[in-house]
């Protein structure tokens, strides 16, 4: 018989399972074709490395450090 602790874990990964089942997709191939390779906030391309690494991110560095220090983490 399952404890309350199982019946969580299993809870946790449906919901994990569901959420990452309903990711935004990237297409696949050259991340420099993006359409979103431009800043949402200043306009300038997002560097590529950022891209690579981060290929979620809306915003260059500069204007994400900005955001993160006003308090703006959420889009």
């Keep these: 018989m399952a404890d309350n602790a199982?019946?969580?874990?299993?809870?946790?990964?449906?919901?994990?399972?569901?959420?990452?089942?309903?990711r935004p997709r990237w297409p696949e191939g050259d991340l420099a074709t993006h359409p979103d390779s431009d800043c949402e906030e200043c306009g300038d391309e997002i560097p590529a490395a950022r891209r690579q690494v981060?290929?979620?991110?809306?915003?260059?560095v500069a204007c994400q450090s900005l955001r993160e220090r006003r308090g703006k983490h959420v889009r």
């Design 54 to 60: 981060a290929p979620w991110a809306t915003t260059c």
């Design 6 to 22: 199982d019946i969580a874990t299993e809870l946790m990964e449906q919901r994990l399972e569901g959420a990452l089942a309903n």
